[in-house]
């Protein structure tokens, strides 16, 4: 999920899109206000959303899910 990166994050995503066929990215619309709370919530919702359909749809098992965030220093 790139949630409308500023930086070099599309062109990183295409990459490895490219070179992985299994791997599939969505792109968020660019100058949403972003805050920890409910909006990045709602990112992570709907790149768990995405990557649950596309698992279903391409017969791809999974047992765990997860998120790495490059933007977020706990």
């Known amino acids: 999920m790139d949630d409308g990166s500023t930086d070099s994050t599309p062109k990183i ?4 899109e ?3 066929s299994w791997i ?3 792109r968020l619309e660019e ?7 409910f909006y990045l919530s709602s990112v992570v919702k709907k790149a768990f959303e995405f990557a ?3 698992c ?3 017969g791809l098992d999974y047992e765990y ?4 965030d490059g ?3 706990i």
């Open 18 to 20: 490219e070179k992985h």
């Open 31 to 37: 100058g949403t206000e972003r805050d920890l709370g």
């Open 24 to 26: 599939q990215s969505i």
């Open 52 to 54: 649950v359909d596309y």
């Open 56 to 58: 279903k749809e391409k």
């Open 71 to 73: 933007d977020i220093i």
């Open 65 to 68: 899910m997860g998120n790495i």
């Open 13 to 16: 995503l295409k990459e490895v």
